[in-house]
């Protein structure tokens, strides 16, 4: 079975862009989550969505927003990006909500200059 | 928010040597993980161990939930095991230690 995947894998933005960031889960799995990891520390949670509902959200600005679509994929936006938001982007899926054992994709490297 | 804190924050070892590491947690979790990362930034799950104690090969890990501590025992250490190593733990959101930096050296 295929494990998660994103897309895509890197990324170079400019200040004050716009992106994008796609996860699929793992078949099966209905609970997504986002995390953000800047160099040099542990990732920090973002959202949690399960069953197309927002369960979660960490402390990020509204610039951040996600979705999560029928068949359990979910999209991570970034609005008027800042420096500060150069890192890796990692989205987890697990079976159920309540951040359940959590499989990790191998993320999303995105760069803003 | 929960604290979790990781020690050490640094192991250097030889191969074959063995290693624990510890993860303490400030409150009463619903559920805590064990990932290694590695050098591509791949989180790899290695146990999910809310409380008790489970072993996979060379891995061994321990819960003590009321003490609110998980250890990580790797035993007979290979190159292939360096990267850094988390543990999560989740209640009203999942939160990250800082991580263990392993260098296993041939």
């Known amino acids: 079975d295929a494990g998660v995947t994103q897309s895509p894998t890197h990324l170079i933005k400019t200040r004050g862009q716009h992106v994008t960031l796609r996860c699929s889960p793992i078949?099966?799995?209905?609970?997504v989550s986002w995390y953000q990891q800047v160099l040099g520390q542990g990732p920090q949670f973002i959202f949690q969505?399960?069953?197309?509902?927002?369960?979660g959200r960490g402390n990020f600005p509204d610039r951040f927003s996600a979705r999560q679509f029928p068949n359990y994929s979910s999209e991570l936006n970034v609005n008027a990006l800042l420096l500060g938001d150069s890192a890796l982007y990692l989205c987890?899926?697990?079976?159920?909500?309540?951040?359940?054992?959590?499989?990790f994709g191998p993320g999303t490297r995105l760069t803003v200059t | 928010g929960i604290q979790v804190e990781q020690s050490p924050p640094d192991l250097i070892l030889q191969e074959g040597a063995n290693s624990t590491l510890r993860c303490n947690f400030s409150?009463?979790?619903?559920?805590l993980q064990w990932f290694h990362q590695n050098p591509w930034g791949q989180l790899i799950n290695l146990f999910y161990?809310?409380?008790g104690t489970k072993q996979n090969g060379r891995l061994s890990a321990t819960t003590v939930a009321t003490e609110r501590y998980s250890l990580l025992y790797i035993s007979s250490s290979q190159t292939t095991d360096s990267g850094v190593y988390f543990c999560?733990?989740?209640?009203?959101?999942?939160?990250f230690g800082a991580g263990t930096r392993l260098t296993v050296k041939p």
């Open positions: 987890a899926s697990s079976l159920r909500d309540t951040y359940y054992e959590q499989y």
């Open positions: 161990i809310p409380s």
């Open positions: 969505y399960y069953e197309k509902e927002e369960r």
């Open positions: 409150d009463s979790v619903n559920n």
């Open positions: 078949s099966g799995h209905k609970s």
């Open positions: 999560a733990v989740a209640r009203d959101d999942m939160r």
